[in-house]
């Protein structure tokens, strides 16, 4: 009894100064961090470390229950190299990720110079090319699929009215043109996104730098280059970077528009990660094609983390 | 002398507002002109107009002899100073410097030595490889400067360059600005709304006010001889005294109180009302019979002056003696009659 007395006061007293540090001091701060921790362990890192040893380890339907299964060391990655299909999906991912970043950013890029011109409406303009962006992308596959289609499809009748084809095209069913189907829906679908940051990027460069810089002697193609693009370099990256995720990410277009086809020549790595997964039912080569293309995401972001360390903005 | 930069009846309109109205100056080759005026009169309108960063809606502008309406900034060859300094802030200083002469294809070596000769005259030679945000305040300025002398232009356009430093750097920047335009021949044109800047470092001052010329001159003429009220209470600091009055019977006097009056040195109109303006460094203590009066309301001494401000705030009075005065005392004043001034109560133009 005369314990409890004597130790109540002194528990109460921690109670009291934890939760004073709770409400105006560093606990509160790692309240906030542990939640997102918690939340970001839960979600994301476990499923990614289950992701990265499933790739290692042999998964069949009898051990697809369990955690510990027979370890099948780097198998996995020899088998999914082995395939078949790697070589023209290694090709398809790198005509996707390139045409579709550099096809958003250039054309990004050129909007938002464009809509920098502080011309009437101009600003207006810009919050509609929005719309694209709040659009889910299986309906964009589905709109883009119309567009494209090869005998009623509104790209071929354009095309053949202006005489630069003479034939219709089979954009999404000819080997040599269905990847390129994809890659133009996904440059529209991502176009309002580069746009949007590259015009914040282009609108936080002081004006009078371009004033010092025209008396100066620089002519406008010399201001974009020694002004502009320098300035514009961490948002470029950032730009880029998340155009590389979004791109590796972007999955409805290709079930939309040509489900890989035909004979897997518009079959890109996170497409095709899905089929083994969820159409083969072979798991090991789902995780092992995720986790190749997680390196490389993993190797664009250090990338990326490495050329904003010297910021020169301030 | 040639005019350097002649504008001659320059009209800007921003939509409806009218922020230059028939500006005409003349800048003479290796003159040092100052314009001031308040916030908002159109000063750094005009400097962009000369510098072709605004265009401008009428007029001519002539630099060294051409005609400038079309020709775009970087054909003026003339260069300028920002407020903010404007230094590009992924270059280094040498980088900065440096940035007309590579545009103009001047070899490196070359380019190099330039910006070594120009570090060293503006006092920047330990500085070459640092970043503008590596920089003190005086520092950047200094780079602006560096960066406007080295092209070695037509002309030199300041938008209030030293409004961001502390009291001390702006007189010392004040001198070496002043001494490096001797120094290279130049030909500048300071944009300040520092009235103390404009009289210690120019040769000639331009008062405007919302977008007119209101005078210009040189500074002590501006200081003697103010065309009207405006650039009388403008220039001058502490600015000058208005007293309301009329004048008297015999037009020898501005009466403003009962039995006070501000002598006249020459005849005026009787009873005609007017404004008189004393400036406070002018006004004298009484020693026997005063000719007008005030209570004082405020004593502020710095040591080297007292400054009295009457009870009604209207009139100040500098002396450079220490005054035994306290508030409430009344104080007789004189002053030398050739320096009042007189300027219509509805015009304010001097009479
Ligand atoms: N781009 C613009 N559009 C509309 N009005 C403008 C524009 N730029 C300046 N003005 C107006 O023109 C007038 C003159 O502006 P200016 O910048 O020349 O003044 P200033 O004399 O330099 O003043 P300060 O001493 O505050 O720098 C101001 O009334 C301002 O509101
Ligand atoms: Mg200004």
Redesign the pocket.
């Given at each position: 009894m005369g314990v409890i007395m004597e130790t109540g006061p002194a528990v109460g007293g921690l109670m009291r100064r934890f939760l004073a540090s709770l409400r105006d001091g560093v606990g509160f701060d790692i309240l906030l961090v542990g939640a997102a921790m918690v939340f970001l362990i839960a979600m994301a890192g476990l499923p990614l470390i289950y992701n990265v040893l499933m790739s290692f380890q042999q998964v069949d339907m009898f051990t697809l229950g369990s955690l510990i299964r027979p370890w099948a060391g780097f198998q996995n990655y020899i088998d999914v190299v082995r395939e078949p299909a790697f070589w023209l999906v290694a090709k398809n991912t790198f005509i996707f990720v390139f045409f579709s970043m550099g096809g958003q950013f250039v054309i990004g890029f050129a909007l938002a110079l464009f809509f920098a011109q502080n011309f009437p409406g101009a600003s207006t303009i810009r919050g509609l090319f929005l719309v694209s962006w709040v659009m889910p992308g299986l309906v964009v596959g589905a709109i883009w699929s119309w567009i494209l289609a090869g005998d009623f499809g509104v790209l071929n009748t354009i095309l053949k009215g202006l005489g630069i084809i003479q034939s219709n095209v089979f954009w999404k069913s000819d080997p040599a043109f269905s990847i390129w189907a994809v890659v133009i829906a996904n440059i529209w679908l991502g176009l309002a996104f580069n746009m949007l940051l590259l015009s914040v990027g282009l609108a936080a460069i002081p004006r009078d730098l371009y004033e010092a810089a025209e008396l100066d002697g620089a002519n406008a193609l010399q201001r974009f280059w020694t002004i502009t693009l320098p300035m514009m370099r961490s948002t470029i990256g950032a730009v880029l970077s998340l155009g590389l995720i979004g791109t590796l990410q972007q999955f409805d277009l290709f079930p939309a528009i040509t489900e890989g086809g035909p004979a897997n020549t518009s079959t890109v790595a996170q497409y095709w990660s899905w089929q083994m997964s969820f159409q083969l039912y072979d798991f090991a080569k789902g995780a092992t094609i995720s986790v190749m293309m997680l390196v490389l995401v993993l190797i664009a972001s250090i990338i990326y983390v490495r050329s904003t360390r010297h910021e020169v903005r301030g | 002398m040639t005019a350097q930069i002649e504008l001659k009846n320059i009209d800007k309109h921003?939509?409806a507002?009218h922020?230059l109205k028939k500006v005409s100056l003349s800048i003479e080759k290796g003159s040092f002109v100052a314009l001031v005026?308040?916030?908002?009169?159109?000063?750094?309108?005009?400097l962009?107009s000369i510098a072709g960063l605004e265009t401008i809606t009428s007029g001519d502008l002539h630099i060294a002899g051409k005609e400038m309406t079309g020709v775009p900034p970087r054909h003026r060859d003339i260069a300028m100073v920002f407020q903010s300094y404007a230094l590009y802030p992924h270059m280094t200083v040498e980088e900065n410097l440096t940035y007309s002469l590579r545009l103009h294809g001047v070899g490196k070596a070359e380019a190099k030595a330039k910006a070594a000769e120009v570090a060293a005259t503006t006092g920047l030679s330990a500085l070459l490889s640092r970043y503008p945000r590596q920089l003190s305040g005086g520092q950047r300025q200094r780079v602006a400067m560096g960066r406007a002398i080295i092209r070695n232009p037509k002309a030199f356009l300041f938008?209030?360059p030293l409004s961001n430093l502390d009291a001390a750097l702006r007189v010392q920047m004040r001198k070496e600005i002043r001494a490096l335009h001797d120094r290279l021949g130049a030909t500048s044109v300071y944009?300040t709304?520092d009235q103390i800047e404009a009289m210690t470092m120019a040769d000639w001052v331009v008062v405007?006010r919302d977008?007119v010329i209101e005078q210009q001159g040189r500074p002590l003429d501006l200081y003697d001889q103010p065309v009207n009220r405006f650039v009388a209470g403008f220039i001058g600091s502490p600015a000058m005294n208005f007293v309301d009055g009329v004048i008297s019977e015999d037009g020898r006097g501005v009466v403003v109180g009962a039995g006070d009056r501000i002598p006249l040195a020459r005849q005026a109109e009787p009873n005609r009302k007017v404004v008189a303006g004393v400036r406070p460094e002018n006004l004298r203590v009484a020693e026997g019979a005063a000719s007008f009066h005030f209570e004082v309301g405020n004593v502020e001494s710095t040591g080297s002056a007292t400054y009295l401000t009457s009870k009604d705030g209207a009139l100040q009075l500098v002396q450079t003696e220490r005054l035994g005065f306290s508030v409430g005392d009344r104080v007789g004043l004189d002053i030398d009659p050739a320096l009042v001034h007189l300027f219509d109560p509805q015009t304010g133009a001097r009479i």
């Open positions: - | 921003y939509g507002f922020a005026g308040p916030s908002g009169c159109g000063k750094s309108t005009l962009r938008d209030e944009v709304h405007m977008g």
